[in-house]
């Protein structure tokens, strides 16, 4: 018998007990959508992070005060991260293009009756360019402001947003923990949690804002090309030795990679993507299931058919590709219904949480597609191999 | 000769008994015939015809059908043989129910993998005169409607031999005469027929009638 007619005749069986058609092929459809939503958040966590990375800037090191031991226990005094590291790293590290001392911390900004709870970034005139800042309204500080500690800030939009609302902020005095700031310049916008912040000078971070002389952070921008591993490993050595450790002490600085962090975020993303994936392909098996149950009872309920066409002339294969068909074509049909319903539930995620992309690949829907039909051959098998198996005499005699 | 059928032995295990329900049949069959098989239930007639059919295998003895031996052939040779040499008529009719008459009495030649197969249906559902009714489904058919479907489809593929199993025990009488008719004047064109039945007046319209009891041929006649 034909392919096309055994299709036709699938078909035409499955249209005639629409209802149970259906609901067996619903297994399926949940089963498909959750795998293609699940991949789809998978997909569009991986880009959001992506570009909160690369938001950060390219090619960086940050280097931080504190041990990297593993064993919990702090062994030795940590020393603190100076002006002084900072500028023997530029020096005597290769590959180093530039770098940025900064100081953080969170201040109340204040413009009139409007408060705000923000953090404060004191750092150069390289801080910008090394965090991919741009300045959209008024212009940066500059080296001679950083020198005179001069009270002026930069300000995120959202700041701008939270502080001023619809006016101009620039010339405008802020105050930050009580001290009037200058407000010379806003950033441009860059998305994620960028954007809520105000950069001042770190001499008048240090000095007048937090009272520190040492350094939170070391921002370092590698040279293009350059590997950032072995930059890593070049500051560690010039760090190490200006800490004075000696042997095996432990480094008493952190190093942040950000290649490290594109890497640990795939990792993270990609085991959360092949469990969430799992999960959702156990309700595809437990559509397998359903759908092997249906094809059971069908075959029973068919037996005197299955008798009929035997006598008439089917042969066993011609039976078994007759019922495999059907469940083929149940899951086929569920799978691309799944589809659909899966890419219509990743849309929905996207636009009910912004901060939530989804992002459907093409491989997901190779791989859900052919899974769904793996599971109609596999579990249409068996009982399409009971029904090829009836014995026609019996099979005929059954009422 | 169409069938040579020596000593046929067929057992069934019924419970803790065994029953012979085929105890040593001979029987042989010429081409053209149209032949009764008569008996009480019980009498092994059915399982000859399933045998006769292919439906189902002998424990020993040959069977040889259109000379062809049947005894070793595998399950799915077997369903060649039903598919091409053989033609069944049942009590119940046994037409699929979601398909038309025309799609009914096309269906062997679907398995078989023959060309031309619409128009060769509509030809054998001309031949047993239900054009008119070639669209219907079988519940929109009366009894002698669906025996005369169930009998387009058992002739479709030419075959040698037409095996009917109380093919008027769901039709009125007049309805039954009707089918006995045409199978009397499908024999008048060659056809080998053998009807299965209990009903004397029925094996009364063919030429050679074979009585069974308890699993062999007691007596046969000849008009």
New interface residues.
């Given amino acids: 018998m034909l392919i096309s007619t055994t299709i036709k005749v699938g078909i035409r069986s499955l249209w005639a007990n629409k209802m149970r058609s259906f609901l067996a092929m619903l297994g399926i459809i949940i089963g498909v959508a959750a795998v293609i939503a699940m991949l789809a958040m998978g997909a569009g966590a991986k880009k959001t992070v992506m570009a909160r990375i690369d938001a950060m800037g390219t090619n960086l090191l940050a280097v931080r005060p504190g041990q990297t031991g593993m064993r919990g226990v702090a062994s030795g005094t940590s020393q603190k991260l100076t002006l002084e590291d900072a500028e023997a790293i530029l020096a005597d590290t290769k590959g180093v293009q530039r770098l940025a001392p900064a100081v953080t911390g969170s201040v109340q900004a204040k413009y009139m009756n409007h408060n705000s709870r923000t953090s404060v970034v004191g750092s150069s005139v390289t801080y910008l360019p090394i965090r991919d800042f741009t300045v959209e309204k008024g212009k940066a500080f500059t080296e001679t402001q950083v020198e005179q500690t001069a009270r002026v800030a930069i300000l995120g939009p959202v700041t701008v947003d939270n502080l001023f609302g619809l006016n101009d902020p620039l010339g405008e005095t802020v105050k930050l923990n009580g001290i009037n700031f200058t407000v010379i310049g806003v950033l441009k916008a860059k998305g994620f949690d960028f954007d809520d912040q105000i950069i001042v000078p770190y001499t008048t971070a240090m000095k007048q804002l937090f009272g520190l002389d040492y350094l939170r952070e070391i921002d370092i921008q590698a040279e293009e090309g350059q590997n950032l591993t072995e930059v890593q490993d070049a500051m560690t050595v010039v760090l190490r030795k200006r800490h004075k450790l000696l042997g095996n002490a432990p480094d008493d600085f952190n190093v942040r990679n950000q290649a490290d962090m594109i890497q640990a975020a795939q990792d993270v993303i990609r085991t959360f993507t092949i469990l969430l994936g799992g999960i959702a392909s156990i309700s595809l098996l437990v559509g397998g299931i359903g759908i092997m149950n249906i094809m059971l009872v069908s075959v029973t309920e068919r037996t005197r058919e299955i008798g009929i066409r035997k006598a008439i002339g089917a042969k066993e294969r011609t039976i078994l590709l007759q019922f495999l068909m059907e469940a083929v074509i149940t899951t086929g049909l569920g799978g691309l219904l799944g589809v659909v319903a899966g890419a219509g539930a990743a849309k929905v995620i996207a636009k009910m949480s912004p901060n939530f992309a989804t992002e459907i690949e093409p491989f997901s829907i190779i791989l859900s597609l052919s899974f769904s039909a793996f599971v109609g051959i596999f579990f249409g098998f068996y009982p399409a191999w009971r029904a090829a198996r009836l014995d026609p005499v019996e099979a005929l005699r059954y009422e | 000769m169409i069938i040579e059928a020596q000593k046929l032995f067929k057992e069934y295990r019924m419970g803790g008994t065994t029953v012979a329900a085929l105890d040593g049949v001979n029987l042989n069959v010429e081409a053209g015939e149209m032949l009764a098989i008569t008996g009480p239930s019980g009498s092994g007639k059915s399982t000859l015809m399933?045998i006769l059919?292919c439906?189902?295998r002998i424990d020993s003895g040959r069977y040889i059908l259109a000379g062809e031996d049947i005894s070793r052939l595998s399950?799915?040779q077997l369903?060649?043989i039903?598919?091409?040499r053989i033609g069944?008529v049942?009590q119940t009719f046994?037409?699929?129910p979601?398909l038309n008459a025309l799609e009914n009495v096309e269906?062997?030649l679907?398995?078989?993998?023959l060309a031309h197969a619409k128009q060769r249906a509509h030809e054998a559902i001309a031949a047993v005169g239900l054009t008119d009714r070639a669209h219907h489904r079988p519940n929109q058919l009366s009894g002698g409607q669906r025996q005369r479907v169930a009998i387009a489809?058992s002739l479709i593929?030419d075959p040698a031999l037409i095996l009917a199993d109380e093919p008027t025990g769901n039709l009125d009488t007049r309805t039954g005469d009707e089918i006995l008719t045409l199978f009397a004047s499908l024999n008048a064109t060659g056809r080998t027929i053998i009807i299965v039945t209990h009903e004397s007046d029925i094996a009364g319209r063919c030429r050679r009638q074979i009585a069974m009891r308890d699993g062999r041929i007691v007596a046969e006649t000849r008009n």
């Fill in positions: 399933h059919g439906l189902d399950s799915n369903a060649e039903r598919n091409r069944f049942f046994n037409l699929l979601r269906l062997p679907l398995y078989a993998g489809r593929t």
